[in-house]
Structure formats: C-alpha cells, structure tokens
Nanobody, 120 residues
Framework: QVQLVESGGGLVQAGGSLRLSCAASGNIFSINAMGWYRQAPGKQRELVASMPSRGSTDYADSVKGRFTISRDNTKNTVGLQMNRLKPEDTAVYYC??????????????WGQGTQVTVSS
C-alpha cells in the first residue's frame, strides 16, 4: 500500500505565495516521477508541474515563471513553491507519483488533495 499526504494549501490574496508539500510512504521500491495536478470547479484535472527522476521538469504554460517544483529523492517528497498567485490558480491541488512497488507493480498514485484559494 502506498500513501501520498499533502500539506500547505490555504487562502491567500492575489500576488501572494504558498508552498505545497507531499510525502510518499509505504510499499515503495522506486519513484519514476512526482508531480502536481490541479482541478478547478467544473474543469478537468490538469498537470501543473512534474519532475522525473532524470531529465527536465515540465510546467503548465500558465504557471511557468511563477511556480517551482522540487524533489527530495531520499525522503520521497515533492514540493511546489507558488509565487505571484492569481485567482485563476484557485483549485484543489493533487500530488501524484509514478512509482514501482516492491514486487514490481508500477502505477500512478494520488494524494487526497489540498485546497488553494486565491482571492482577488
């Protein structure tokens, strides 16, 4: 069993900053990629930022230059520093991990989500 636990959401004024954190634990052999997705009311879940074990990070165009993803592979954690927040960043943010469990099973796992609300 794998658990992803997020923290750090909240309410902030436009132009402010928030930092999200996510820790993965449980039956984990290795993690290929970790990232953040978000889902606003009435919209589909979308990629915000993704960081593979090797290679370059990937950001949604709407957050480039404002958000920064980081990983600590030794702790199986991923963070998302969000600066210059806009009302359109309001959404539930989900942590995601593409990982391999002991025994060889590979799959995508999700956190429970954390609400980010940006007021204008």
């Amino acid at each position: 069993q794998v658990q992803l636990v997020e923290s750090g959401g909240g309410l902030v004024q436009a132009g402010g900053s928030l930092r999200l954190s996510c820790a993965a634990s449980g039956n984990i052999f290795s993690i290929n990629a970790m990232g953040w997705y978000r889902q606003a009311p009435g919209k589909q879940r979308e990629l915000v930022a993704s960081m593979p074990s090797r290679g370059s990070t990937d950001y949604a165009d709407s957050v480039k230059g404002r958000f920064t993803i980081s990983r600590d592979n030794t702790k199986n954690t991923v963070g998302l520093q969000m600066n210059r927040l806009k009302p359109e960043d309001t959404a539930v943010y989900y942590c995601n991990a593409d990982l391999i469990q002991y025994g060889g099973r590979r799959g995508f796992h999700w956190g429970q989500g954390t609400q980010v609300t940006v007021s204008s």
